[in-house]
T-cell receptor, first 111, second 111 residues
């Protein structure tokens, strides 16, 4: 079946250091992949999406590359900011009207 | 103006009672969804609808029944409420397999 795996439940790092949040997936189709960010007491909102293999979408300094060969869509940023502290979800859409979210990774950026 | 309206924002119910969560979207999207998020579980897909037709159902319990009176409305009726139903319920919408836009959520507490 279709699934999304985010291996880290919590990532804590110091402001200015690089960020990498892992996301791997399994799907029998060619899914669309997304990253959503959720700040405390807010709704999730889209951070990045990738509809094309090996294209690198970017937003707010974050980027991710979809690699079908390794079934991965890791989220990266070169320098973390305090405001990046949030819950990050990787998600896939294997077909119309279905979206599967990973368990989420809490990113905690320290001053 | 808010594009996705959820009512109420907060809801307290007693065990065994029935409640209806309201969702309306004004984005012109053709798909609507319900998600649940609790301290125990991450963002959990429940239902998807398109033009008032159920497209996918990942909720095992029949106590949860979506209701669509108009194509931009998708309410969620929950019967025989249990304390474990306590969660934030998010409504979302999308156009085909594009990004999900989430409403502000309804925080349900069952006593």
């Amino acid at each position: 079946g279709d699934s999304v795996t985010q291996t880290e439940g919590l990532v804590t790092l110091t402001e200015g250091l690089p960020v990498m949040l892992n996301c791997t997936y399994q799907s029998t189709y060619s899914p669309f992949l997304f990253w959503y960010v959720q700040h405390l007491n807010e709704a999730p909102k889209l951070l990045l999406k990738s509809f094309t293999d090996n294209k690198r979408p970017e937003h707010q300094g974050f980027h991710a590359t979809l690699h079908k060969s390794s079934s991965s869509f890791h989220l990266q940023k070169s320098s973390a900011q305090l405001s990046d502290s949030a819950l990050y979800y990787c998600a896939l859409s294997p077909n119309a009207y279905k979206v599967i979210f990973g368990k989420g990774t809490h990113l905690h950026v320290l001053p | 103006d808010p594009k996705i309206i959820q009512k109420p924002k907060y809801l307290v119910a007693v065990t065994g009672s029935e409640k209806i969560l309201i969702c309306e979207q004004y984005l012109g999207h053709n798909a609507m969804y319900w998600y649940r998020q609790s301290a125990k579980k991450p963002l959990e897909f429940m239902f998807s609808y398109s033009y008032q037709k159920l497209m996918d159902n990942q909720t095992a319990s029949s106590r949860f029944q979506p209701q669509s009176s108009k194509k931009n409305h998708l309410d969620l009726q929950i019967t025989a409420l249990k304390p474990d139903d306590s969660a934030t319920y998010f409504c979302a919408s999308s156009q085909d397999r594009a990004e999900q836009f989430f409403g502000p959520g309804t925080r349900l507490t069952v006593l």
